[in-house]
């Protein structure tokens, strides 16, 4: 299946990226979830399973289409999530051309000469400030959601509220709003920027 | 329109002999004119021409000797600063500059002099009356002892247990004033209110707050003092006014209804405004004070202004700004003048509701403790919020994406009195500037909550002591071996560059001084 045919069927491959115990897989199940349930959406997630979850390499990898999904393994994503140095490594020649990358900028440093969409967050920095290290899925969620319209910001605040511990919800919600507003201010710096406006006195 | 009041204030060297002999020959001078007559033109101060108006004047005229024939030298060209200065801030009041003339004339120019008298009387007689009418004085009083019983169990001064911290922390008395808030509080408990230093240190305390921070009973001093200012001034004591009264005289003069003030006339044109937003900025009285100080201290506190709007229109806001608005009686509530006060707050607060206003930006400290906090103390309430822009800067900057240019300086920072001691905003500036890339930022040797005052508040009870502790201020900042002194009020850019004109200290003491929305204006970037 080509690109242009992958775009006209809203057809999108998402692979999330990390260490197991930052919460890759669930971010995986989130992001699913939301597209199902939230924007009635078909969706699939083939999570890496094994020794990996204590600490190692993984990886999430979602597809998310209007149309029903024969074949839910991803090879070469429309976004690539990276949350760890190994992970993106590993991953990124496999992008798409015209695909987004999305790193966590205090985990990952990024290759020269990138060709795709490139959004970075220090999404660990900030779950810091918020007193959870954990968070930062979350807060990654909050992000992709803003810069690419995969899925809705609804949806997955629900997903989000639905898959998280009972109990966390208010952390969570902040969390995941930090990520958005971080994503939503970065959108808005591009743009000023284009426009030639990047400083407050020019 | 003939029933108007023109103020000549004549000098008694040049034009009044021409004045005598228009008199001499029975010349007809116009019945409008009363005329005063004053040793030297140098010696009216702004203040005095301004108060003539604020005493109900429709015109005023200031007529000198010739340039080269002051008897003292200076004179005349004090004069035509003075009158420009006056001119331009009347301008910007609304009263129209027309109002205040500047001529000189030679003893034996009488005709010229009748025939200037003449024009200037057709003047004012086409711009009308002043909107100005005069400005009662407080009725003298004798302070009741019942209302000051009452300030001192309001503040529950009598709690204080006599251990001397607020003496100890004052910094007044540190830099060698013989001033003491324990005495001050313990000689008015005692009923002497009427006595001379009593009357002279309530007008001394710089309301800082320092002493209310270590005060173990919580005595609040600062709103004590301001209190019984009130009760002071009510019985005609003496407020020891700065400049002159003329900020006290201004701020008054701010209180009539009919005033158009054009007090934003001066913005640059490429600032986004929106006159229908939701959001208002109140930009507080910068624009004033660089007039005035403009020959002597050359400040530009209207910086703060712009770049503060720069800084909303960067987070795409476009706010509105208030045609009518007036000073927040910052000034007035704190040198005794409550009643004028409260008419601003009312004005103030009416036209922003009437502007259906839900948040008030402001940049200015004064400005921000004054509407959020004394505004509903004092019985007014507000239907909007009210933010300091370092609140709104922490929330937008918060979101990310925002990199800031280095800074080629170290810099140090200079606490404001008036947020520092509430609880919101007060470690805010600190760290909007741990995101500034500076070379290095060094806090000066008392910071924080052991900050000192650049020396004076509410331009009331400026003496040697003020100099003496922006002295030390400075000497403070020089140590932390800073190039770039960050401030976070005008009021302390307008102190400090104060003492930076010392004629024997002021190259020692000069320091580049730039306000904490300057600098992130210059520097912020989107990432």
Not at chain 1, 120 to 146: C, D, H, K, Q, Y
Not at chain 2, 259 to 272: G, I, N
Not at chain 2, 285 to 306: G, K
């Amino acid at each position: 299946m080509t690109d242009s045919q992958n775009h006209q069927q809203g057809k999108k491959e998402i692979i999330i990226t990390g260490f197991g115990g930052q919460g890759i897989v669930l971010a995986g199940i989130i992001l699913g979830k939301a597209a199902a349930i939230g924007e009635h959406m078909e969706s699939t997630l083939v999570q890496s399973y094994g020794p990996e979850s204590r600490g190692g390499s993984c990886n999430a990898q979602v597809v998310i289409s209007r149309e029903m999904i024969h074949y839910p393994y991803v090879s070469h994503p429309d976004i690539l999530v990276c949350m760890s140095q190994s992970g993106y490594d590993k991953l990124i020649d496999q992008i798409k051309e015209k695909g987004t990358l999305i790193i966590d900028q205090d985990l990952v440093r990024p290759g020269r000469g990138l060709t795709c969409d490139f959004f970075s967050i220090p999404a660990t920095g900030m779950a810091e400030a918020l007193g959870r290290v954990m968070i930062a899925n979350i807060i990654m969620l909050g992000f992709l959601t803003a810069v690419t319209n995969v899925i809705s910001m609804d949806a997955a605040q629900k997903s989000v509220l639905e898959s998280v511990p009972k109990g966390t919800e208010k952390l969570n919600t902040t969390a995941f709003q930090k990520g958005h507003d971080y994503g939503l201010a970065t959108l808005k710096g591009r743009q000023k920027k284009a426009a030639g406006q990047a400083g407050a006195m020019s | 329109m003939d029933d108007f009041k023109i103020i000549l204030f004549l000098c008694n060297w040049g034009p009044h002999t021409a004045f005598q002999t228009l008199q001499d020959n029975g010349s007809e001078i116009p019945d409008q004119i009363s005329m005063i007559r004053i040793p030297c033109t140098g010696r009216i101060s702004k203040s005095l021409l301004f108060r003539a108006f604020e005493m109900g004047a429709d015109g005023v005229v200031l007529l000198g000797c010739q340039p080269g024939t002051c008897r003292y030298g200076s004179g005349t060209a004090t004069a035509r600063e003075n009158t420009e200065d006056t001119r331009d801030i009347i301008g910007m009041l609304g009263l129209g500059k027309e109002r205040l003339g500047h001529a000189t004339f030679l003893p034996d120019e009488s005709d010229l002099l009748l025939q200037f008298l003449n024009d200037f009387c057709d003047q004012i007689r086409s711009l009308g009356p002043s909107p100005l009418l005069p400005i009662p004085m407080p009725e003298s009083e004798s302070v009741s002892r019942e209302s000051v019983a009452e300030i001192v169990s309001y503040h529950d001064a009598f709690a204080c247990q006599d251990c001397g911290k607020c003496s100890s922390a004052c910094p007044l008395a540190l830099i060698g004033k013989p001033f003491s808030p324990r005495e001050l509080v313990n000689s008015i408990i005692a009923g002497n209110i009427d006595s001379p230093s009593v009357n002279k240190d309530i007008w001394s305390c710089l309301t800082c707050g320092l002493c209310y921070d270590r005060c173990p009973s919580a005595v609040n001093f600062p709103e004590f003092i301001r209190d019984i200012r009130h009760v002071v001034r009510k019985n005609g004591g003496n407020a020891r006014e700065a400049h002159g009264g003329f900020f006290q005289s201004l701020m008054r003069a701010m209180t009539w209804p009919g005033l158009k003030t054009q007090r934003w006339d001066w913005l640059p044109k490429d600032v986004d405004l929106d006159a229908k937003s939701k959001i208002l900025f109140f930009g507080g009285c910068a624009p004033y004070f660089d007039i005035f100080f403009r020959n002597h201290l050359n400040v530009e506190t209207t910086n703060i202004i712009e770049d503060s709007l720069r800084l909303l229109n960067f987070f795409d806001i476009k706010p509105a700004l208030f045609k009518d608005e007036r000073c927040c009686g910052h000034d007035l509530l704190w040198s005794g003048d409550e009643e004028n006060f409260l008419k601003l707050a009312k004005m103030n607060v009416d036209s922003i509701h009437n502007l259906g206003i839900e948040e008030v930006i402001t940049a200015c400290p004064e400005c921000y403790r004054t509407l959020a906090h004394d505004y509903p103390k004092h019985g007014i309430p507000l239907n909007f919020k009210v933010t300091h822009i370092y609140e709104l800067l922490e929330k937008e900057i918060g979101k990310g994406a925002i990199d800031f240019k280095k800074i080629d300086k170290k810099i140090t920072f200079q606490d404001s009195c008036r947020l520092n001691w509430l609880e919101k905003p007060a470690d805010l500036p600190r760290k909007l500037i741990r995101r500034l890339k500076p070379i290095r930022f060094r806090e000066m040797q008392n910071n924080g909550s052991a900050a000192i005052c650049c020396g004076n508040c509410a331009w009331t009870g400026c003496d040697a002591f003020s100099k003496a502790l922006q002295v030390k201020r400075l000497r403070q900042a020089h140590d932390t071996e800073s190039e770039l002194l960050v401030t976070a009020c005008p009021k302390c850019q307008i102190h400090l560059r104060c003492a930076m004109e010392d004629p024997f200290l002021g190259e020692e003491l000069n320091m580049e001084m730039i306000d904490l929305t300057g600098i992130i204006a210059k520097t912020i970037c989107w990432e």
